[in-house]
């Protein structure tokens, strides 16, 4: 048995992809380990990167963007293989080429969400059809897939993200106050928080409705702030520092640019909601990492958050369209915070690593 798995760029970022590369590679890893062979190929990252602790660095391989040697290698490498992973769809050449041969090879694809929401050239499009386990984060990525490609039902096994395993730890409360302050976040503040990259190019993490949300709920609740936590573009971080000023919310809203993994911990622990109501999560990851670490969630019901929230039973759904709703929202968790804690062993139940690493063993043969 040997395992091929393929990955853009997977330990040099720090987005929600790359984060389910690493965890998915520790798990086909931890699979194929004992087992004949299991092999790592990254078109992006090079060579040197850091790949423990999630595997040993050598089953990895980096290609540096060098795309034409990752191609060929992979195809190279595809020939000894029964599996190949693919962690994205812009990986069909090396995986659709071994297929076209070795009919026998399976060819599993993990299916995250945008990059699937659209149609795809001829050929990709012909790699989606031929793979054996098309594995989408969301039902809500399944349902889109299925109308799109005219790909059947037993093509499909929907494989929910999960928490990474070496995820940081809760930080006690006793230092909550000690975080809150190197951002001027007094002890008796109501603190929001969404976890995102502000880019000007995408408009569907429904923050401006947080932000209108605020204005109408400071009468009742002054010491209510808001923390945007993730790198942010120049252009889109001056754009929300004008609505700010004419929402007159200046002084309420903190930027506090790119966090490391490390620190994500003590991020959380600053606020008392996680709310972001997007529009396009195939899954959204940064929500059950808010509810592992005790935060009340609200989010949007219009894509693959409603998995993450299990439809409505880990937190608030709301329509990410509706001002209203979202404000409502907001208000009704800010008064009484406590009610809505998450149910941490509903969570660990569904999206703990254990769970995910035995679904890849369903997945891949037991």
Request: with cysteine; glycine share 8%.
């Amino acid at each position: 048995m040997a395992v091929l798995f393929l990955t853009l760029k997977t330990f040099s970022a720090a987005g929600g992809v790359e984060k389910v590369g690493r965890v998915a590679g520790k798990a086909v890893y931890e699979y194929a380990a004992g087992k004949e062979d299991a092999w790592f190929y990254s078109m992006y990252d090079s060579p040197e990167v850091t790949t423990e602790p999630y595997l040993p660095a050598k089953f990895f391989k980096g290609f540096n963007g060098n795309k034409i040697l990752f191609t060929l290698a992979s195809i190279r490498k595809g020939f000894s293989s029964n599996i190949i992973v693919l962690t994205h769809v812009k990986l069909w050449l090396p995986a659709y080429i071994v297929k076209k041969i070795f009919r026998k090879t399976r060819l599993v694809l993990i299916a995250h969400g945008i990059e699937v929401w659209e149609p795809l050239p001829p050929f990709a499009t012909r790699m989606l059809k031929a793979c054996d386990v098309i594995l989408p984060v969301s039902r809500f990525t399944k349902e889109r897939m299925k109308t799109l490609f005219d790909i059947p039902e037993s093509q499909f096994s929907v494989l929910n993200n999960c928490l990474d395993p070496y995820l940081p730890k809760p930080v006690d409360e006793s230092n909550r106050h000690a975080c809150r302050e190197k951002y001027g976040i007094d002890k008796g503040d109501i603190v929001l928080m969404t976890l995102t990259r502000l880019t000007i190019l995408e408009k569907n993490k429904g923050y401006d409705k947080i932000l209108n949300a605020m204005q109408t709920l400071q009468p009742a609740f002054p010491n209510l702030k808001y923390l945007f936590v993730g790198k942010y573009d120049v252009a889109e971080k001056e754009r929300l520092e004008k609505l700010i000023d004419q929402l007159g919310l200046k002084g309420k809203v903190v930027f506090t640019g790119f966090v490391p993994d490390e620190e994500l911990a003590e991020h959380y622990n600053i606020c008392d909601v996680y709310v972001m109501p997007s529009e396009k999560e195939g899954f959204g990851i940064s929500f059950i990492e808010a509810l592992y670490y005790g935060k009340p969630v609200i989010a949007g019901n219009r894509d693959g958050t409603v998995d993450a929230l299990l439809g409505g039973r880990l937190g608030l759904l709301v329509d990410p369209r509706s001002q209203e709703e979202i404000t409502n929202a907001i208000e009704k968790v800010i008064r009484n915070v406590a009610a809505f804690a998450p149910d941490r062993e509903l969570l660990m139940e569904h999206f703990s690593y254990e769970v995910y690493r035995e679904r890849w063993r369903e997945v891949l043969g037991g």
